[in-house]
Nanobody, 117 residues
Framework: VQLVESGGGLVQPGGSLRLSCAAS????????MGWYRQAPGKRRELVAT???????NYADSVKGRFTISRDNAKNTVYLQMASLKPEDTAVYYC????????????WGQGTQVTVSS
């Protein structure tokens, strides 16, 4: 499975940004896709996930501000981010979790999101 992210960039506090992740390869093996992020000097952390059935899960820090969605016809998952804060600055990674596994097995290359005035 290959994952390619796009949509990162520089945005002012309070602004919005949408990340996209296109998946290819053995997609039939994937149950859930998601987004993680890693800020400098910090561990990679979960942002949001979505299953094939549409069940979503969010980190408390982004609930009400971020929305994850997927277009199964396009094999693409999106992360719509609103009301961005400087602490959202990080490299955002797309992930894919196969069936019968408890954690992601595939990762994208990452896309930088910087929230600054």
């Amino acid at each position: 499975v290959q994952l390619v992210e796009s949509g990162g960039g520089l945005v002012q506090p309070g602004g919005s940004l949408r990340l996209s992740c296109a998946a290819s390869g053995s997609i039939f093996s994937i149950n859930a896709m998601g987004w993680y992020r890693q800020a400098p000097g910090k561990r990679r952390e979960l942002v949001a996930t979505i299953t094939n059935g549409g069940t979503t899960n969010y980190a408390d820090s982004v609930k009400g501000r971020f929305t994850i969605s997927r277009d199964n016809a396009k094999n693409t998952v999106y992360l719509q981010m609103a009301s961005l804060k400087p602490e959202d600055t990080a490299v955002y990674y797309c992930s894919a979790q196969p069936f019968f596994q408890l954690s992601p097995a595939y990762w994208g290359q990452g896309t930088q999101v910087t929230v600054s005035s």
